[in-house]
């Protein structure tokens, strides 16, 4: 390994393809789909990880400005506001999992996963943080919850907090204005997991009634070559019924589905979905969709549709038959994460007021690097528009080095954007430059 590692520049740098395409091609209603392409190794790309110097931020759009919500977090993934006005943020990373690849092709992922700071152990933890002057800081950093096994999405519905961890759904109970919950949590029902759990990431989000949970299952391999067994109820939305724990499978094909939110117009489902890989630097788009009932998307027979993936066997002409097209892509690879639709309160400006808010998480394996920033998408009717708008960038230096890694993007009670930052262990907050002040939670 350490050979491995003193060549790593010579060996990532000969790995794979380079977009012939600008990643503006990749995205919007109707993106441009070339001929996949193949390599001996995948595309190798890797951000190094950083961190931020100190007083450095991202580069906010013309009229808006970022400060720094809550630093010295640890991998802080995912965010999820309170009705008082706290934020809870998932300090967490997937759990421990055999080695998935063997030879020259494992050795050089784990490599780049290790460069990326994708290895640190997870915290497991949820923290809360308080705002109690006003000012958009943070002034309390509380743990919140402890001894969690990866904990990702969250969601209250009455006084019942609902945890997504990495192979379960938990339910605790929530006192207003707590700064800890320290009472055993109740299973509700198990989730796809462990040992391989490739893609680990459990998001949940409820109905209106509060009587169903809506939890995203990542896949388990690039593109099912560890059979499809080991995809049982995984690339898939699950409902939940939190009353009994049963479980139905809302929708399937989706490779893996993190973001979830609810469409402020057409009260339909939505979710961001991270592609399949190995086909080329100009694919395949990952995505935002509406999710419909009983819809198939795809995975892992073909992608957009379609397009058939001539990888999987055997073949399922009849899947790729039933595969819906998705609603706007996000340009290929760009690990589009986090999922927020922009509220009525949203204190951006009214040219960020209608549409959706994407915290891209940033490529491994395209060249040129895709994704390092929160992106905004205007929708009008219900419907996405246009290209994507970059709302924070700079999250790569001058050198391609990653200072941070935009993930989970939620909104604050005063309408001010808040985004989870897991390489600059660090939670940003945006609003417009001209912006009231933030408000308060009281103790």
Not at 35 to 53: E, H, Q
Not at 183 to 193: E, I, S, W
Not at 257 to 266: D, E, H, K, S, Y
Not at 344 to 370: D, V
Request: aromatic share 8%.
């Amino acid at each position: 390994m350490r050979r491995l590692t003193l060549f790593a520049p010579i060996l990532l740098a000969a790995c794979g393809d380079t977009a012939t395409l600008p990643i503006t091609a990749g995205q919007g209603t109707s993106p441009t789909l070339p001929a996949p392409a193949s390599s001996l190794l995948p595309t190798v790309n890797i951000a190094k990880r950083v961190g931020w110097p100190d007083g450095a931020a991202p580069t906010a759009a013309p009229g808006l400005a970022v400060n720094a919500f809550a630093a010295g977090l640890a991998h802080p993934r995912w965010l999820y506001a309170l009705p008082n006005g706290d934020i809870l943020v998932a300090e967490t990373n997937g759990p421990a999992r055999p080695e998935e690849e063997t030879g020259i092709k494992g050795k050089v992922q784990k490599l780049v996963m290790g460069l990326a700071g994708a290895t640190v152990p997870s915290a497991d933890r949820i923290t809360l943080l308080r705002d109690t002057d006003g000012d958009g800081v943070a002034d309390v950093q509380a743990p919140f919850l402890t001894g969690l096994h990866s904990p990702f999405g969250m969601v209250l519905v009455g006084d019942q907090l609902f945890v997504a961890e990495a192979d379960r759904l938990t339910r605790f109970a929530y006192v207003p204005g707590a700064t800890a919950i320290t009472t055993p949590g109740t299973r509700v029902a198990d989730l796809p997991g462990g040992p391989r759990n490739h893609h680990w990431t459990k998001n949940v989000v409820a109905s209106a009634d509060g009587k169903t949970l809506f939890v995203a299952v990542g896949s388990n391999s690039n593109v099912a070559e560890n059979g499809l067994a080991a995809e049982k109820d995984r690339a898939a939305i699950l409902a939940i019924d939190p009353a009994t724990g049963g479980a139905a499978v809302f929708a399937t094909g989706l490779r893996n589905p993190v973001g979830l939110a609810w469409n402020p117009v057409t009260g339909a489902l939505w979710t961001s979905v991270n592609e399949r890989d190995e086909i080329g630097s100009d694919l395949v788009p990952d995505y935002m969709t509406s999710v419909k009932p009983g819809a198939h998307y795809g995975w892992p027979w073909s992608w957009y549709g379609n397009h058939v993936d001539v990888r999987v066997k055997p073949e399922r002409p009849d899947m790729v038959a039933k595969a819906i097209a998705p609603d706007y892509a996000l340009g290929p690879h760009t690990a589009s994460l986090g999922l927020a639709f922009a509220p009525a309160t949203a204190a951006l400006g009214p040219q960020f007021a209608s549409g959706a808010f994407i915290g891209q998480h940033g490529s491994w394996n395209r060249k040129p690097a895709s994704g390092y920033r929160v992106v905004f998408v205007p929708f009008a009717d219900g419907k996405p528009q246009g290209l994507p708008v970059d709302v924070l960038t700079g999250f790569l230096n001058k050198d391609g080095q990653a200072q941070g890694r935009p993930v989970g993007v939620a909104f604050d009670a005063a309408g001010a954007l808040l985004v989870a930052d897991d390489a600059g262990n660090r939670v940003w907050r945006v609003t417009a430059a001209n912006a009231a002040p933030a408000g308060s939670v009281a103790p």
